[in-house]
């Protein structure tokens, strides 16, 4: 799959003029919650598939589902390959993005080490498809230039702004967190709801 892949070096070159499209957070849970966490990661980073495959689960099921807290997902882009992971994540929208990330996290080991940059573009096209994502919705994200570099300067703002050097690191309450297990986590959130 040569053809294509050009849009996956780099930032593609486009007006400065054209207006930048706006990047929506993307929220689970109480968007009204008292207590907010913020998880910042990279697609790429071993502990963060980690963190979804173990800690995540029930996270969710027992502070996000319930409506305890606002859970809020951040990309982080070390490499280019997180960012074409998380082009494809977007692809489907809010309603599909947190599904689609499970897919990218569980299949992590498999795509990320795909070797060429064309088998791990066509091996994260795969999941964007198994999503139920159209072949070609599915290179138009891949290949939008503006929304590429806009969320590049939405990660480079949001990591400036909290500190942001590792993954996956969160942000609860407004204090940053390093990754840590479920026990410790469901401590520091129970603290904070005040139970």
Not at 112 to 129: C, E, P, Q, V, Y
Request: charged letters at 25%.
């Amino acid at each position: 799959m040569a053809a294509g892949t050009a849009g996956f070096s780099g930032l593609p070159a486009f007006a400065q003029d054209a207006e930048a499209p706006v990047i929506e957070d993307m929220v689970l849970g109480n968007p009204d919650a008292a207590v907010e966490v913020i998880e910042y990661a990279s697609y790429t980073c071993p502990h963060c598939a980690n963190f979804h495959k173990t800690v995540f689960k029930d996270l969710k099921a027992n502070y996000i589902d319930t409506g305890k807290i606002k859970f809020v997902y951040r990309e982080v882009y070390f490499d280019k390959y997180g960012m074409w992971a998380s082009m494809i994540a977007r692809c489907g929208g809010p309603e599909k993005f947190f599904g689609i990330t499970d897919m990218i996290y569980k299949t992590q080991s498999d795509w990320a080490r795909a070797g060429s940059d064309a088998a791990i573009a066509d091996a994260l096209r795969k999941i964007g498809l198994l999503a139920g994502i159209e072949k070609d919705e599915l290179e138009a994200c891949l290949t939008d230039g503006d929304k590429l570099r806009a969320l590049v300067g939405w990660y480079q703002e949001n990591a400036q702004r909290d500190d942001i050097t590792s993954t996956p690191s969160f942000i609860v309450d407004g204090k940053k967190q390093s990754n840590m297990n479920y026990a410790d986590f469901s401590a520091l959130l129970d603290e904070a709801l005040g139970a």
